[in-house]
């Protein structure tokens, strides 16, 4: 799911290499941090909120087969 979920992510993005996926696992809930550069923020979220709503119903359509409940945060990139 992290690689699906960067693979988007750098398509979307003017820095490329600055595409982050850090993964924080419970017992039944994945957390996929996004990071990206804070000049991408805009474009990974989108207006309203729909470019990113769109990438969360594809990473949940991915994890239905694992049965487990992902969780799609986008944070500022950090160095």
């Known amino acids: 799911m992290e690689q699906m979920l ?7 993005v ?3 290499d ?4 850090n993964v924080l696992e419970d017992e039944r809930v994945v957390t ?3 990071q990206v550069s804070p000049d991408d923020m805009g474009k990974v979220i989108g207006r ?3 470019i990113v709503k769109a990438i ?3 990473v949940n359509a991915a994890a239905v087969k694992e049965n487990k409940r992902v969780l799609v945060e ?3 990139w950090t160095a």
Do not use: F, K, M, S
Request: net charge positive.
């Open 48 to 50: 309203q909120g729909r």
């Open 14 to 16: 003017d820095y490329p």
């Open 32 to 34: 996929l941090e996004l």
């Open 18 to 21: 600055q595409v982050r996926v």
């Open 74 to 76: 986008v944070v500022p």
């Open 6 to 12: 960067a693979r988007i992510a750098r398509a979307l």
């Open 56 to 58: 969360r119903t594809v």
